[in-house]
């Protein structure tokens, strides 16, 4: 609350939504690759035996593991994509100044385009370890989430059996929960890691350029140093009122495509 209510003093309503567009933009593109590369990393599971009996069905199912793994595969790919964006979202909204003309970006293409003059294409990947750290905790996201499906499932022929629907809306935002509970330490690091002020490349003779800023270690050991363990978990409050309604609702959506088209392709 406080960060809201300075937020809105010192900068206006409207700082609230900086650096809206890369994700408005960007973020299809990073979960196409997400759950596109989590149904053939799950494809590739099934067909190697990462599998066990479905009770009272008489076919196999990815286990559990398998479906932890198959998250694991597909957070760690769509980080290729899902790094720029996330920097240049990090970079427009630490801009404090009231004055859109007083910012050192006037916008992401900008902003991009400043990365990439001062520290080259490379740079547009600054704290790629982070978010390989961060991203590799889908694998709690899609294990929860087929966790709690299950146990939804044996409500079935009960009086407190619910819709498929439901289960997936409420699994989505229990498992969005698991998932921030393990993925917030790794988000504060690769957040600062992408915060860093711009600093030209230097450039080693037979080696890649090397440009100086710090390094997820450097930057977890002065979390650590400055805030103890604590500090690897602020903005957990936020993130977890937030993090419910919204994957509760992609997951609720995705799941329900997913039917309609397996509904279309049956029928044709």
């Known amino acids: 609350m406080d960060v809201l209510r300075k937020t809105i003093t010192n900068e ?3 700082a609230l939504y900086k650096g809206a567009t890369p994700p408005a933009v960007g973020w299809a593109a990073i979960d196409s690759v997400l759950v596109g590369s989590l149904h053939n990393y799950r ?3 099934l067909r190697y035996g990462m599998t066990e009996p479905t009770p009272g069905k008489g076919v196999q ?5 398998g479906h932890g793994v198959a998250g694991l595969g597909a957070g760690l790919t769509s980080a290729l994509i899902a790094t720029p964006m996330e920097l240049i979202k990090v970079k427009l909204q630490l801009q404090l100044q009231k004055s859109s003309s007083d910012r050192q970006f006037k916008g992401p293409i900008d902003c991009g385009r400043q990365v990439i003059r001062t520290q080259g294409i490379q740079g547009l990947w600054t704290g790629f ?3 390989l750290a961060f991203r590799s905790n889908f694998f709690w996201m899609f294990l929860s989430f087929e966790g709690f499906m299950r146990g939804f499932s044996k409500l079935e022929g009960t009086p407190y059996e619910i819709s498929t629907g439901l289960a997936n809306f409420l699994s989505g935002g229990f498992g969005a929960f698991v998932y921030w509970a393990f993925a917030i330490p790794a988000d504060n690091v690769k957040n600062r890691m992408m915060s860093q002020p711009l600093v030209a490349t230097v450039s080693r003779p037979g080696l890649f350029a090397h440009s100086g800023r710090p390094s997820f270690v450097s930057i977890s050991r002065d979390i650590y140093t400055q805030n103890g363990f604590r500090g690897f978990f602020r903005g957990l409050g936020p ?6 309604p919204v994957n509760a609702s992609a997951f609720f959506v995705f799941e329900a495509i997913l039917r309609v088209l397996g509904a279309e392709k049956t029928r044709h």
């Open 12 to 14: 206006g309503i409207l």
């Open 43 to 45: 494809l590739f599971l």
């Open 61 to 65: 199912r990815l286990t559990l593991l």
């Open 129 to 131: 370890t982070g978010s």
């Open 239 to 244: 993130t977890f009122l937030r993090a419910f």
